[in-house]
Every structure is written in structure tokens, then in C-alpha cells.
């Protein structure tokens, strides 16, 4: 790696994941840019908050500046999320997770990714779910967000082959944050694991990380079990 400052990009860093990892990026050197609608309280020179909703019409352009104060992006990791309960006679706040999940990422990839094939390196972390495989009553448009970005990403991951660019898809069980709301989470990891994964995705470029592994397993079958299920 280059024998500069790395800079990264972080969105959705107000809290949970996205603020623990960004704690971690600043401690290990990194400058970074962060983006969400609250600011996070972290005040250091290397670091620049910049409060935007990314469903709003201008986030692209407000992301495009902050790429460009940063001078470079090494890494951007999207971490913005939202997962709400449905409401059969109010679906908007499901339209409205697929806007964030899906519709967010998507357009942080079309700001950040050409200026990283512009550079010819880069790397790409999407925070997706291992719901990403899962029909589900509970939370359809959360399933329904994640299973549309893994896809979306590992995608891009192939299309990119050879251009020194990677996307990384990370699909995480439940970690211990404020969305991880639920009286049953099982095989609950904490955000400092969830951290530790991230890092060495930043080390590794992998394309797809499950984890915890015994979770993805069972979701894998409880997926298959649903789809073989007669209606
Ligand atoms: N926790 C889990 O169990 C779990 C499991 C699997 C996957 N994940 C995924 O990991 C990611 C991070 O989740 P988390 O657990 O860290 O959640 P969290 O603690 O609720 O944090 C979510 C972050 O997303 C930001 N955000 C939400 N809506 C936004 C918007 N419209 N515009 C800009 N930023 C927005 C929030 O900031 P503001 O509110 O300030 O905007 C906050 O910083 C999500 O994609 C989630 O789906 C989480």
C-alpha cells in the first residue's frame, strides 16, 4: 500500500457499526469522511461529519464533495441502515428501508466507485444482512433491501474484476446495536467483534463475509426450508 494517509469515507456513522468503525479507522491513521443525518460528537483533525440524509435528492453531490476534500478514497464502507416492523395498512415505512438499504448504497456506489476505477484502487464495504436470503412476515422490506444490495454488490464485485477495485459484501447476523432491537437475537455478536470482521475485510478484500458462520448456516436452511414450504 501506498506510503501516504489512507482516507476512508463512512456512511451511516451516527452510531452503532459505522461509529465504532470509524473510531477504529481514525485510531489505526486513517483520515476519514463521515456522513449521516445526526452528528457523532468526534472532533479530531483527521476526521470532517457531514449531516445529510442519504434519500435526500442532493446526498449524491453532498457525497461527491466530501470525496473531494478528502482528496482520495481508499475505502468507503456503507453502513446506513433501517429496519422497521410492517404495517399492513402503512407500507411506507418499508418503501422508505429500501430507499435507505438499497437505493442509498446504490447511489453512494455510483458517486464513489468510478473516481476509484478513475485511480485504479479502491475498495467498497456494503453492510448487508444474512436476512439477505430470508422471506420475511416480519420485516419484509429489510429481507427484501439486503437481499436486493448483496446482490447488487457481488455483481459489481464481478464486473470490476481486474479494474483494481473490490466490493466486499459483509452479511452480519445480529450485532449488539440499537437496531438489534428484538427480544430474540441469537448468536449475538458485539460491535468490537463486528469491527474486527471489518478490519480485515479492509486487510483481505473478500468478496462476500458471513458471520457469525453457524448463524449463516442455520439462515441458509431456514431459507431453503421456507422456499420448499407449500403455500
Ligand atoms: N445490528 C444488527 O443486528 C445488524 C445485523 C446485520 C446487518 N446490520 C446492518 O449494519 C448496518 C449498520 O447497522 P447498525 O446496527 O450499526 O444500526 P444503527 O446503530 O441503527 O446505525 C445506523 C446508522 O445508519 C444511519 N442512517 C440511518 N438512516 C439514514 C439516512 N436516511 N441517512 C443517513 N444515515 C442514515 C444512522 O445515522 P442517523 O440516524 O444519524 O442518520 C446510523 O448512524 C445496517 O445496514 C444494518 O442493516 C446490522
Known amino acids: ?12 456513522n451516527s452510531d452503532g457499526i459505522g461509529l465504532a468503525f470509524t473510531r477504529r479507522l481514525l485510531a489505526d491513521g486513517w483520515r476519514v469522511a463521515g456522513l449521516s443525518r445526526r452528528e457523532n460528537g468526534i472532533n479530531v483533525p483527521t476526521y470532517a461529519h457531514h449531516t445529510v440524509d442519504v434519500t435526500a435528492p ?42 435507505v438499504n ?15 476505477v478513475a485511480a485504479g484502487d479502491g475498495h467498497f464495504i456494503g453492510l448487508s444482512s444474512l436476512a439477505d436470503r430470508l422471506v420475511s412476515a416480519e420485516a419484509p422490506g429489510y429481507a427484501g433491501s ?56 479492509v486487510r483481505n478484500r473478500p468478496v462476500v463475509v458471513s458471520r457469525p458462520r453457524r448463524m449463516a448456516l442455520l439462515t ?10 407449500p403455500r
Not at 453502513?79 to 410492517?86: D, K, L, Q, S, Y
Not at 477495485?165 to 467483534?193: E, H, L, N, Q
Not at 441458509?220 to 421456507?226: P, Q
Open 220 to 229: 441458509s436452511a431456514l431459507a431453503a426450508l421456507t422456499r420448499l414450504r
Open 1 to 12: 500500500m501506498a506510503d501516504r494517509v489512507l482516507c476512508a469515507v463512512v456512511v451511516g
Open 102 to 116: 438499497l437505493m442509498g448504497a446504490a447511489r453512494t456506489v455510483a458517486t464513489v466507485v468510478p473516481r476509484m
Open 146 to 201: 439486503k437481499a436486493g444490495l448483496s446482490s447488487y454488490l457481488m455483481g459489481l464485485s464481478a464486473a470490476l474484476r481486474g479494474q483494481g477495485v473490490s466490493v466486499t459484501t459483509v452479511r452480519f447476523g445480529f450485532v449488539d446495536t440499537k437496531m438489534a432491537k428484538g427480544p430474540v437475537r441469537p448468536m449475538m455478536i458485539s460491535a468490537d467483534r463486528a469491527v474486527e470482521i471489518l478490519s480485515s475485510c
Open 58 to 99: 442532493d446526498y449524491p453531490e453532498m457525497l461527491g464533495k466530501a470525496v473531494d476534500e478528502l482528496g482520495q478514497v481508499d475505502l468507503c464502507v456503507y453502513a446506513a441502515g433501517i429496519g422497521e416492523p410492517v404495517d399492513l395498512a402503512d407500507l411506507d415505512a418499508q418503501t422508505r428501508t429500501f430507499e
